[in-house]
C-alpha cells in the first residue's frame, strides 16, 4: 500500500505539470515541468507494474503451473509484441487496440488467478482478502450494480469519443499561439 | 481533480480503522462519485484544455459545462457521504457493522440537502470572488477594457445573492444540524 500511495505522487506531478508548465514563460521554468511529467508518466506505469507484481508475489507458483501460459496470458503475451511491431510498422491504431487488450488481459490474468483472494497476506492465509470478506452487503452491491448499468456506458462512450478527438499523434505544429485562455478567446467566449 | 486522488487514498490510509468501519455504507456514494462524476469531470476538462484546435466551438464550450456538471455531481456524492458521518440515516447495526438498507435516506438527509447547497453557493461565492479580483487587477493594469468590465459585471451579479444564499443557507443548516443550536 505504501508503494502504491507513492505512486501517487508521480500521478498527481503529472496531473499538475500539464497546468503549471504553462503559467510562466520562462525557460527553466518550462523545462523543470517537462523533466517532471516525463518522469511521472515513465514511474507511475513503472510502480504500478511493481505494485501488481507484489500482488502475485505471495501466491504459490507450482511447477507444473509455472511453465504453461493459459490462455488470457497468451494473449497479453502476443499482444504485446504485436503492439510492438505495429508501432514499428507505423500502423498506430492498430497499435494502440493492440495495448489495450495486453493491458485488459493483464488485469483479467492477475485477477482470475488470484480468484476467490483478491490481495494474499504476506505473513497469514487467514489475513488474506478475499471477495468473500472485502464485498459490501448485498442491498450496497444492487445498488451500486443499477447506478454501474447507468453510468459505466457513459463513461466508456466518452471515454471512446475523447480517444477519437485526439488520435491525431501530437507533433511540433500542432502548436500554435491561439489557445484556451489567451486575451481572444476569452473575448470570444465572453462575446464581446 | 488532483485533490480527489489523495483524499480516496487518505481514506485508505489515514482513516483505515473508519473504513473498515463504515465501508459498507460510505463505500456506496464513493463509488458513485467515482464512476458519475470523476471520470466525468477529468475527462471533459483535458478535452477541454487540449481540445481548443480540435473540437467545434460550441463543442468546446459544452465540454467545460460538462466539467462543472461532473464537479457539481461529485459535491453531491461526496456531500451525501460527509453528511452521513454528521447525521447517520438508512443504516442497520449488522455484528456491530453498520450496513446501509435504503440509499434514498442518504441522498434526503435534511443535513445533505442543507450541506450541498451551501456548498455549491459557497463554490459561486469563491469563483465570483477569484473572477472579480482578476478582472480588477486587469482593469487598473489596463488590460483589456471592454472584456473586463463584462466580466467584472458578471461576477458582481452572481457574487452578491450567492453571498446572500450562503448565509441564509448555512443559518438553516446550523438550526437543524444535530448537536447544535441558533
Redesign the interface.
Known amino acids: 500500500?505504501d508503494l502504491?500511495?507513492g505512486n501517487?505522487v508521480w500521478?498527481?506531478v503529472r496531473?499538475?505539470a500539464?497546468?503549471y508548465r504553462g503559467k510562466r514563460d520562462r525557460e527553466r521554468w518550462r523545462r523543470t515541468w517537462d523533466t517532471l511529467l516525463t518522469a511521472g508518466s515513465v514511474l507511475a506505469p513503472l510502480v504500478i507494474g511493481i505494485a501488481l507484481g507484489d500482488l502475485l508475489h505471495w501466491t504459490h507458483v507450482t511447477a507444473s503451473t509455472a511453465f504453461f501460459l493459459n490462455p488470457v496470458e497468451l494473449l497479453a503475451v502476443l499482444a504485446a509484441i504485436a503492439a510492438v511491431w505495429l508501432v514499428y510498422d507505423r500502423r498506430d491504431g492498430f497499435a494502440f487496440a493492440a495495448t489495450t487488450v495486453t493491458m485488459a488481459a493483464c488485469i483479467v490474468s492477475i485477477f482470475t488467478g488470484l480468484y476467490p483472494n483478491v490481495m494474499v497476506s504476506s505473513t497469514s492465509k487467514a489475513y488474506n482478502l478475499t471477495v468473500y470478506n472485502t464485498a459490501?452487503?448485498p442491498?450496497?452491491l444492487k445498488?451500486?450494480t443499477i447506478?454501474?448499468i447507468i453510468?459505466?456506458p457513459a463513461?466508456l462512450a466518452?471515454?471512446v469519443w475523447?480517444y477519437y478527438?485526439?488520435r491525431r499523434r501530437v507533433s511540433a505544429d500542432?502548436f500554435?499561439p491561439?489557445?484556451?485562455g489567451d486575451?481572444d478567446?476569452?473575448?470570444?467566449?465572453?462575446h464581446? | 481533480?488532483?485533490t480527489g486522488?489523495?483524499q480516496e487514498?487518505e481514506f485508505?490510509?489515514n482513516w483505515g480503522a473508519y473504513s473498515r468501519l463504515v465501508?459498507?455504507?460510505f463505500?456506496?456514494p464513493l463509488?458513485?462519485e467515482g464512476?458519475?462524476a470523476f471520470?466525468?469531470e477529468s475527462?471533459?476538462l483535458?478535452?477541454?484544455?487540449?481540445?481548443?484546435?480540435?473540437?467545434p466551438?460550441r463543442v468546446?464550450?459544452l465540454t467545460i459545462w460538462a466539467v462543472t456538471l461532473g464537479t457539481a455531481l461529485s459535491a453531491l456524492f461526496i456531500m451525501a457521504a460527509n453528511s452521513w458521518m454528521q447525521h447517520p440515516v438508512g443504516y442497520i447495526m449488522?455484528n456491530g457493522k453498520p450496513?446501509?438498507?435504503d440509499?434514498w435516506a442518504l441522498f434526503t438527509n435534511p443535513v445533505f440537502v442543507w450541506g450541498y447547497a451551501k456548498v455549491l453557493f459557497a463554490a459561486l461565492v469563491t469563483g465570483a470572488a477569484v473572477m472579480l479580483a482578476v478582472s480588477a487587477w486587469q482593469l487598473r493594469h489596463r488590460g483589456?477594457q471592454?472584456?473586463f468590465t463584462?466580466?467584472a459585471r458578471?461576477a458582481l451579479v452572481i457574487l452578491v445573492p450567492a453571498i446572500l444564499f450562503t448565509m441564509l443557507i448555512g443559518d438553516e443548516l446550523g438550526v437543524i444540524e444535530p448537536g447544535t443550536s441558533r
Open positions: 500500500v502504491w500511495d501517487e500521478l498527481i496531473g499538475v500539464f497546468e459490501s452487503g442491498y450496497s445498488i451500486l447506478v454501474v453510468f459505466l463513461v466518452y471515454q475523447t478527438i485526439f500542432d500554435r491561439a489557445s484556451p486575451g478567446s476569452l473575448r470570444r467566449d465572453l464581446v | 481533480v488532483v486522488i489523495v487514498f485508505g490510509m465501508g459498507n455504507v463505500g456506496a463509488a458513485m464512476l458519475g471520470f466525468l475527462t471533459f483535458g478535452l477541454w484544455l487540449f481540445g481548443w484546435d480540435k473540437l466551438r468546446h464550450l449488522v450496513q446501509l438498507n440509499i483589456d471592454a472584456v463584462r466580466s458578471l
